[in-house]
Structures are given as structure tokens and as C-alpha cells.
Nanobody, 121 residues
Framework: QVQLVESGGGLVQAGGSLVLSCVASGNVFSTNVMGWYRQAPGKQRELVASITRGANTNYADSVKGRFAISRDNTKNMVFLQMNSLKPEDTAVYYC???????????????WGQGTQVTVSS
């Protein structure tokens, strides 16, 4: 069992930046892969970025070149640096973890409670 707690959301103007943070506690094995998902009103939850313990990363096409995911394994934390934010990035952002990439984002993994990011035009 892993507990995930996000922080760093808020309101920002288009073109601005935000950094989201997530700290994990509990079963470290279940944080081999960590990631950020987002869900906008009326839309399905989507994977924004993921990172393995070895720092292999993956990004949604919509955020490539603007967002950067990183992690600090010593502190069991994952971060999402969001630059050049657009109104369409507005969503609730969720931290997620899993023992493998296949488990990430499923009921076999863990989720945070979510943090709201609002980008005004």
C-alpha cells in the first residue's frame, strides 16, 4: 500500500509555470514507476507523464517540450515542472504510482487525491 500526497496546484495565467510535487509513503516497491495523470471536466483521465526508478520518462504528445517529470528516489518524491501553460491544461492533476508500467494507472496501483490546476487565458 502506498499513500500519495500532491501539492503545488493553483491558478496561473497562460504562458506561466507551475511545479507539482508528490510524496509517497509506504511500500517503496510500489513506487518503481510514478506518474502524473489529469482529468478535465467532462473528459477521461489521461496520462501526462511517467518516470521509472531508473529515470526513463514518457510524455503525452500534448505536453512534450513544455512539461518535465523528475523524481527524487531518496525522498520518494516525483515532480512535474509545467511551463508554457495553456488554458487546455486546466484539470485536476493526480499523482500515481505502480510496481510496473503496466500497473501504473490501474486499480493495482495507487493514486493521490488530486490537485487543481487552472490556467486562465
Amino acid at each position: 500500500q502506498v499513500q500519495l500526497v500532491e501539492s503545488g496546484g493553483g491558478l496561473v495565467q497562460a504562458g506561466g509555470s507551475l511545479v507539482l510535487s508528490c510524496v509517497a509513503s509506504g511500500n517503496v516497491f510500489s513506487t518503481n514507476v510514478m506518474g502524473w495523470y489529469r482529468q478535465a471536466p467532462g473528459k477521461q483521465r489521461e496520462l501526462v507523464a511517467s518516470i521509472t526508478r531508473g529515470a526513463n520518462t514518457n510524455y503525452a504528445d500534448s505536453v512534450k517540450g513544455r512539461f518535465a517529470i523528475s523524481r527524487d528516489n531518496t525522498k520518494n518524491m516525483v515532480f512535474l515542472q509545467m511551463n508554457s501553460l495553456k488554458p487546455e491544461d486546466t484539470a485536476v492533476y493526480y499523482c500515481a504510482s505502480g510496481s510496473t508500467l503496466r500497473v501504473l494507472g490501474t486499480t493495482g496501483g495507487s493514486w493521490g487525491q488530486g490537485t487543481q490546476v487552472t490556467v486562465s487565458s
